[in-house]
């Protein structure tokens, strides 16, 4: 299974960007998929999944939106109104399992695939 991201860059605070991810190797429609972050010296942090429902972090709500085009194999995140604290590496991930409970999604631990990140930095 491959996880390749792509459309990370550098943007200004209050733009936005759009996140693909090209899925290989696996039943793209059935996995449950999201995106994870991890900024210099601070813990990986929870974006977005989408699996039964779509779930979101705290801090991108209503801000960063996840879906996928299952006949493409891909899955997107679009990211509006950027913030200096949005900049870090961004993570595909995925899963062949559909989690059940809302906890399961938010965890990184919960997802077998990853891909091997892109850049976003926000600037002031």
């Known amino acids: 299974v491959q996880l390749q991201a792509s459309g990370g860059g550098s943007v200004q605070a209050g733009g936005s960007l759009r996140l693909s991810c090209a899925v290989s190797?696996?039943?793209?429609?059935?996995?449950?998929m999201g995106w994870f972050r991890q900024a210099p010296g601070k813990e990986r942090q929870f974006v977005a999944a989408?699996?039964?429902?779509?779930y979101y972090g705290d801090s991108v709500k209503g801000r960063f939106t996840i879906s996928r085009d299952n006949a493409k194999n891909t899955l997107y995140l679009q990211m509006n109104s950027l913030r200096p604290e949005d900049t870090a590496v961004y993570y595909c991930?995925?899963?062949?399992?559909?989690?059940?409970?809302?906890?399961?999604?938010?965890?990184?631990?919960?997802?077998?695939?990853w891909g091997q990140g892109t850049q976003v930095t926000v600037s002031s």
């Open positions: 991930v995925g899963d062949d399992r559909s989690f059940r409970t809302k906890n399961s999604y938010t965890q990184a631990s919960s997802y077998y695939y």
């Open positions: 190797g696996t039943s793209f429609s059935r996995a449950t």
């Open positions: 989408d699996g039964r429902g779509s």
